[in-house]
C-alpha cells in the first residue's frame, strides 16, 4: 500500500494564478481532509470529506475549492493564489469506524509570490 | 474557546536522556487525544491515542499519560536517540462537531 500520496511535492505560483492540489489514497477510507500547516501554528482544516461525491468547509475554506468525485481522491483548487495561502498542505484520510486516527500524506509545499 | 496548549515550544537533550512534554487543552466535549510525531518535511504519524478512561499508554519508548480531570496529558520519551528528533504534535478530538484540534507542537532536538 502506497497509503496517502500527495501531487506535487512542491509549487510556486504568482499571485492570481490557479492550481489543483491531488490527493490520492490506497486504503479505501471513507474519510478524507485537508489540512494547511503555518509556522507557529497548529495544522488547521480546510475541506473535508465524509464519502465520494460528498465535501464540507472546515475552519479555514475561504479561498479554496474541493471535490471527490472518486472515493480514492481528494482534490483541492485554488482559484486565484494569494501570498497568504504560502504554506505546506496536508491530507489525511481514515476509516469512517473504529475511531482510528487519520493517516497524513507527505505534504505539499506551495510558495505564493 | 477550544483549544490545546504545548509546552515547552522547543527541547533540545542529549541523547540517551528521558523528556516529559506536555499537553493542556480546554477541549468540551471531550473524545479522545493523540500524540503525533513529525518529521522534518513529512506528514504526521500518530504515536498514541487515549479515550476518557485510559490514562496512560505506551508506544515503545513513548510513554503518553491523560489526567481527565485536570485536562493534561504528557508524552514521555525513554532513552532517547537521534532519530527522536522532530516535532510532537498533541491533538484533541472533542467539541461540539467531534473535530481535531491541533496544539502546535513540541520541536524535539536530540543531540550526540
Known amino acids: 500500500n502506497a497509503g496517502v500520496t500527495q501531487t506535487p511535492k512542491f509549487r510556486v505560483l504568482k499571485t492570481g494564478q490557479s492550481m489543483t492540489l491531488l490527493c490520492a489514497q490506497d486504503?479505501?477510507?471513507?474519510?478524507m481532509y485537508w489540512y494547511r500547516q503555518d509556522p507557529g501554528m497548529g495544522l488547521r482544516l480546510i475541506h473535508y470529506?465524509?464519502?465520494?461525491?460528498?465535501?464540507a468547509k472546515g475552519e479555514v475554506p475561504d479561498g479554496y475549492n474541493v471535490s471527490r468525485l472518486k472515493k480514492q481522491n481528494f482534490l483541492l483548487g485554488l482559484e486565484s493564489a494569494a501570498p497568504s495561502q504560502t504554506s505546506v498542505y496536508f491530507c489525511?484520510?481514515?476509516?469512517?469506524?473504529?475511531?482510528?486516527?487519520?493517516?497524513f500524506g507527505p505534504g505539499t509545499r506551495l510558495t505564493v509570490t | 474557546k477550544n483549544q490545546v496548549e504545548q509546552s515547552p515550544q522547543s527541547l533540545i537533550i542529549l541523547e540517551g536522556k528521558n523528556c516529559t512534554l506536555q499537553?493542556?487543552?480546554?477541549?468540551?466535549?471531550?473524545?479522545?487525544l493523540r500524540w503525533y510525531k513529525q518529521d522534518t518535511g513529512r506528514g504526521p504519524v500518530s504515536l498514541t491515542i487515549?479515550?476518557?478512561?485510559?490514562n496512560t499508554k505506551s508506544n515503545g519508548r513513548y510513554t503518553a499519560t491523560l489526567d481527565a480531570d485536570t485536562k493534561q496529558s504528557s508524552l514521555h520519551i525513554t532513552a532517547s536517540q537521534l532519530s527522536d528528533s522532530a516535532s510532537y504534535i498533541c491533538?484533541?478530538?472533542?467539541?461540539?462537531?467531534?473535530?481535531?484540534?491541533f496544539g502546535k507542537g513540541t520541536k524535539l532536538s536530540v543531540k550526540p
Open positions: 489525511a484520510s481514515r476509516p469512517s469506524a473504529g475511531g482510528i486516527p487519520p493517516y
Open positions: 486504503m479505501n477510507h471513507e474519510y
Open positions: 470529506s465524509v464519502g465520494e461525491g460528498t465535501t
Open positions: 499537553c493542556n487543552y480546554t477541549v468540551s466535549p471531550f473524545s479522545n
Open positions: 487515549m479515550t476518557f478512561s485510559e
Open positions: 491533538v484533541v478530538r472533542g467539541g461540539s462537531q467531534g473535530n481535531l484540534i
